[in-house]
């Protein structure tokens, strides 16, 4: 009630509670994916399009490249499972997707006046040229809710979820028709372990809500065009920085993880030497703990209680024991270092998903970052990888 930020938010809820109560909205509206079509033939496919109007929103559900991958959301190497097209009460869905049906996609954002979608520049666009749907020549179509959002609302959550529920009535279908059938998975079914019913349901819940909160948004919008078309240009470059991605020597990477596991090693035998033990592990907490405030006998008080009442080994209280002269302390400054080298390695050297190494060049390949121009409310460039 007494945050600028939220209290316009907080209105929104209650208004919505009152529509609620006086049976303006029910369960079943707010859930109600609306009419949808799931077409997989190129006859059906161009016969539903066709019925689109002018003004469209597109989204992809995508999977790992490979059966039980840990790509994650990439869009340069998921395939694509299916993808939606709404105006907001005509919804298309095209599954299973094949590249096949890529030019009557192409045919269609020819005709139509404006595409919309949500992080399309950093993830649908990038996908979807992949398969055979360029965006080149339709760049002046190319709207975008998030950056839309962010544009006049910088300050708040950017993800389809909340957005939509600002703009929108539409009850949580992400959670709701993620669930699967017998709604055991609370946190949601990645999009490859959903059934196809489950899938198209969900894809077309996607497209229909986006294209609602692309007209909803337009006169929070109208203030900020300007500022708005300055954030596009930006999602432009990095998209393209994402495209193209980042020279790697890959001698050098080597040679830098093999000095980091040197000096994991060193650090490990440290720490071994300082407790009399060799077959201590900094990776067991357990161990961590019992080595602390059992075998060096630091003060308890140094650490924050976990959940479980037990001493905290987090790097806070390490931060606060190296201060000591004690070996208590130097053991926590020694795990300091020890855990930085082990989370740099893994973040920064081991996590890049490398490019095959270029035949003019042998010894340097590529990796790509993933590049936002709405990651800071400022409008800063952001990239946790690169950076």
Known sequence: LRSDTWLPILKIDLDRIARWMRGELTREKLLDNGPYVVVSKRDDIRRE?????????????????????????????NKILCVGISDGKHTVVIWPWRKTHAPLVNALYKRVKTISMHNGYNFDQISLDRHGVPFKDVEEKLEDTLIAHHTFASNM?????????????????????????DGASEKGLPPEKMSGEELCLYNAADARIQARVWLAEQADLEAERDVYEVDKENARLCRGMITNGIGVDLE???????????????????????????????????????????????PMEVADPTASGLPSTSQKTLERLKESSTRAGRFAD??????????????????????????????????????????????????RLQS
């Open 157 to 181: 959550p950017q993800r389809l979820s909340h957005v939509a529920s600002v703009f929108v009535d539409c009850g949580p279908w992400k959670i709701t028709f993620k669930k699967g059938k």
């Open 334 to 383: 020694l795990m300091l270092q020890w855990r930085g080298a082990v989370k740099i390695r893994g973040t920064y050297v081991d996590s890049q998903i490398l490019d095959k190494p270029s035949r003019k060049v042998p010894p340097f390949a590529r990796t790509h970052f993933n590049w936002r121009s709405y990651g800071a409310a400022s409008g800063r460039y952001s990239c």
């Open 49 to 77: 399009l066709k019925k689109l109007k002018p003004v469209i929103s597109v989204d992809i559900e995508t999977a790992p490249s490979k059966p039980g991958g840990k790509d994650g959301a990439d869009p340069l190497r």
């Open 252 to 298: 050098r990477r080597t040679w830098l993880r093999d000095a980091i596991i040197v000096k994991e090693a060193d650090l490990l035998e440290k720490m071994r030497k300082l407790l009399r033990r060799a077959n201590f592990h900094p990776m067991q907490l357990a161990e961590v703990r019992k080595a602390l405030f059992t075998t060096l006998r630091a």
